[in-house]
C-alpha cells in the first residue's frame, strides 16, 4: 500500500483536511470538494497532488500508519527496563490506533455509508490493518533482535512474539469489550506486563 508523496505545506494542509473528513463523513461521502474547503485551497491544487480520491485516501491512511509505527518506536527505545520497554510499546501500539477516529472507522467498516469499506473498492481494511501490524511486528521484532545481539532473551522467538502481540492488539481494538482492559492505558500497560513481556523468556547476560 506505498503512495509517493512529495510533502510541502499545502500537501500537508490537503492530509489534514482529507484525515479529518474521511473520520467525519466516511470514505464513500467524503469528495475532493470539501477537502478542498476544509484545507483553504482551491480544488485544483488538490486534484494536481492526488489525481484521485484513492490516491488522497490511502496517503492520508499510510500517514496514519506511520504515526503509529512511530509511536511504537519511541516507546521501545524509552530509556528504562527492557520489561518497561515491552510493555510501553505494546500500550503504544493499542493507544496510538484507538486515539484516531479515522483508523478505527476504518478499520471496523464505514457505517455511515451503508456498506463496508471492502466492497467500496477505494480503501480495504485488509490493507490497513496489514500496514498498521506489519509496522508494529516489525518494530517489536527488530528490538528483540538487537537484544539478542547483546546475548539476551536468546530462547525468544522474535517473530512469533512480534506476530502475537500486534494481533492481539488490533483484535482488542475491533472487538474492544472483553476482560482485557483497553480503554486506559496504565491498566493496558499492566497487562502487557504481566502477560506479555513473560513472552521473552529468561534473560541471559
Known amino acids: 500500500m506505498s503512495v509517493e508523496v512529495v510533502v510541502d505545506p499545502a500537501t500537508e494542509r490537503i492530509l489534514d483536511a482529507a484525515g479529518a473528513e474521511l473520520a467525519r463523513r466516511g470514505v464513500r461521502r467524503m469528495t475532493m470538494n470539501q477537502v478542498a474547503d476544509a484545507a483553504g485551497l482551491g ?4 486534484y494536481r497532488r492526488f489525481p484521485q480520491k484513492a490516491e488522497l485516501v490511502r496517503a492520508v491512511i499510510l500517514r ?3 504515526a503509529v509505527t512511530a509511536a511504537v518506536l519511541a516507546e521501545l527505545e524509552r530509556p528504562g527496563t527492557i520489561h518497561e520497554q515491552a510493555a510501553g510499546g505494546f500500550t503504544a501500539f493499542a493507544h496510538a490506533i484507538s486515539s484516531r477516529p479515522l483508523l478505527i472507522r476504518l478499520m471496523r467498516g464505514d457505517a455511515d455509508s451503508g456498506d463496508p469499506l471492502a466492497s467500496s473498492g477505494q480503501a480495504p481494511p485488509a490493507d490497513l490493518i496489514d500496514q498498521l ?42 472487538i474492544p469489550d472483553g476482560f482485557i482492559p483497553m480503554h486506559d492505558d496504565a491498566a493496558t500497560h499492566a497487562f502487557a506486563a504481566q502477560y506479555l513481556v513473560p513472552l521473552l523468556g529468561p534473560e541471559y547476560r
Open 43 to 46: 480544488v485544483a491544487t488538490v
Open 64 to 66: 496514519e500508519a506511520d
Open 133 to 174: 501490524m506489519t509496522g508494529a511486528r516489525d518494530c517489536i521484532s527488530d528490538w528483540i533482535r538487537n537484544l539478542q545481539a547483546e546475548g539476551r532473551y536468546l530462547d525468544a522467538d522474535p517473530d512469533v512474539i512480534a506476530e502475537l502481540e500486534a494481533r492481539l492488539a488490533v483484535s482488542l481494538i475491533l
